[in-house]
T-cell receptor, first 115, second 115 residues
């Protein structure tokens, strides 16, 4: 079946603008993760959704970041009032949501550049 | 909290030579350990993972890794490097907190293969 897809693949925006990044997980996967990959910080966890449970937002760097997952499938990561330090590749991953060492499958990422 | 250290941000080997990428972890509980590979402009692809049981884990593309609890290590090896192995490699430990299986990544090792 199809893998995790993300859109757009690239996004260039001006400082202060809002952006929305989209993730389509693998069909049937109940768990969905967002990570950020930047030169300075490496790969870091942002947020986690599991089924209909409240998301784990512990990795979000500021209140300008938010995410939602509609119908237990597609997820949108929103960054408000973007700053230059938000420039990074945003990766989405999904997993079956099983107990134990669940394998996370990653999408190709969205490269965000804030001018 | 869990953490991962990858020794060597850049490793260069000749085609046909042994590949050894080092990973040490810190974990307060028995860890789940992963190696992911990232090709240019692509997402992360799982190479292999250790959960329980056999400490020598075989993965895709001829890679394998050995979990050594006494050394808190999970080094990745391949007997004979191929040009197509050139990529960035990430070691990760799973931080299972409140149901979220957050991956904590090392800083990555860029592998270059010389002809």
């Amino acid at each position: 079946g199809a893998g995790v897809s993300q859109s757009p693949s690239n996004k260039v925006t001006e400082k202060g603008k809002d952006v929305e990044l989209r993730c389509d997980p693998i069909s049937g996967h109940t768990a969905l993760y967002w990570y950020r990959q930047s030169l300075g910080q490496g790969l870091e966890f942002l947020i986690y959704f599991q089924g209909n449970s409240a998301p784990d937002k512990s990795g979000l760097p500021s209140d300008r970041f938010s995410a939602e997952r509609t119908g237990g499938s597609v997820s949108t990561l929103t960054i408000q009032r973007t700053q230059q330090e938000d420039s990074a590749v945003y990766l989405c991953a999904s997993s079956p949501g099983l107990a134990g060492a669940d394998t996370q499958y990653f999408g190709p990422g969205t490269r965000l550049t804030v001018l | 909290a869990q953490s991962v250290t990858q020794l060597g941000s850049h490793v260069s080997v000749s085609e046909g030579a042994l590949v050894l990428l080092r990973c040490n972890y810190s974990s307060s509980v028995p860890p789940y350990l992963f190696w992911y590979v990232q090709y240019p402009n692509q997402g992360l692809q799982l190479l292999l993972k250790y959960t329980t049981g056999a400490t020598l884990v075989k993965g895709i593309n001829g890679f394998e890794a050995e979990f050594k609890k006494s050394e808190t290590s999970f080094h990745l090896t391949k007997p004979s490097a191929h040009m197509s192995d050139a990529a960035e490699y990430f070691c990760a430990v799973s931080d299972l907190v409140g149901g979220a299986q957050k991956l904590v990544f090392g800083q990555g090792t860029r592998l270059t293969i010389n002809p």
